[in-house]
């Protein structure tokens, strides 16, 4: 298995703010890093695939970079609505995918 | 447009058998390219990928969980069903199924709203 680390685990912070969170890959993973955002009783949502591409409806206030096995999410500017729980997962390995911790982003 | 959505039982005893169905539409499971898959989450705790299953047949399970899993398609209905054999309490989740796009990146874009089940005596 890839085992993935994600950090922080919790973050407090203000709308306006700027966040950045991380996650490592055990081994290199190239650019197979995806992130999600989910909110309480909801599925996941995409926000980036590809370590960097943003998707499609998603606000450009979210950036995602990094490659081999250190990958950041960046928020630019915190919105209320970004209050949330994001993950990240590595889909470099053809035989079983792996999410890291989740990081619980809460309003200060 | 792509939707999922997963069905069956919400209480399940220890030691039986679990068996969800991802019933879906806007797309079709065969060839290249696409696949569905399963994931779990515990509740309060993060997200664990279960297993999926491509167009082509290609079947892919996490290794922790392999021995009691198995994923099957239904093209023809359009629908991907997992079993869990031996189910316990830690087992208890919310249970999604998600489209992975394949083409070039790998990721799950559409997901299922997620069904929560229960294993309890």
């Known amino acids: 298995d890839i085992q993935m680390t994600q950090s922080p685990s919790s973050l407090s912070a203000s709308v306006g703010d700027r966040v950045t969170i991380t996650c490592r890959a055990g081994?290199?993973?190239?650019?197979?890093l995806n992130w999600y955002q989910q909110k309480p009783g909801k599925a996941p949502k995409v926000l980036i695939y590809?370590?960097?591409n943003l998707q499609n409806g998603v606000p450009s206030r979210f950036t995602g970079s990094g490659s081999g096995t250190d990958f950041t999410l960046t928020i630019s500017s915190l919105q209320p609505e970004d209050f949330a729980t994001y993950y990240c997962?590595?889909?470099?390995?053809?035989?079983?995918?792996?999410f890291g911790q989740g990081t619980k982003l809460e309003i200060k | 447009q792509i939707t999922l959505k997963e069905s069956g039982p919400t209480l399940v005893r220890p030691t039986e058998t679990l068996t969800l169905t991802c019933t879906f539409s806007?797309?079709?499971?065969?060839?290249?390219?696409?696949?569905v898959g399963w994931i779990r989450q515990p509740p309060g705790k993060a997200l664990e990928w279960l297993a999926h299953?491509?167009?082509?047949?290609?079947?892919f399970y996490t290794p922790s969980l392999r021995s009691r899993l198995t994923i099957m398609k239904d093209t023809s209905k359009n629908q991907v069903v997992l079993t869990m054999t031996g189910v316990d309490p830690v087992d208890t989740a919310t249970y999604y199924c998600?489209?992975?796009?394949?083409?070039?990146?790998?990721?799950?874009?559409?997901w299922g709203p997620g069904i929560l089940v229960t294993v309890s005596s």
């Open positions: 997962l590595q889909t470099a390995s053809a035989v079983a995918y792996s």
């Open positions: 590809g370590a960097s």
């Open positions: 806007g797309f079709s499971l065969s060839g290249r390219g696409v696949a």
């Open positions: 081994q290199d993973i190239r650019t197979y």
């Open positions: 299953v491509y167009g082509h047949d290609n079947k």
């Open positions: 998600g489209h992975l796009d394949s083409t070039k990146w790998y990721y799950y874009d559409f």
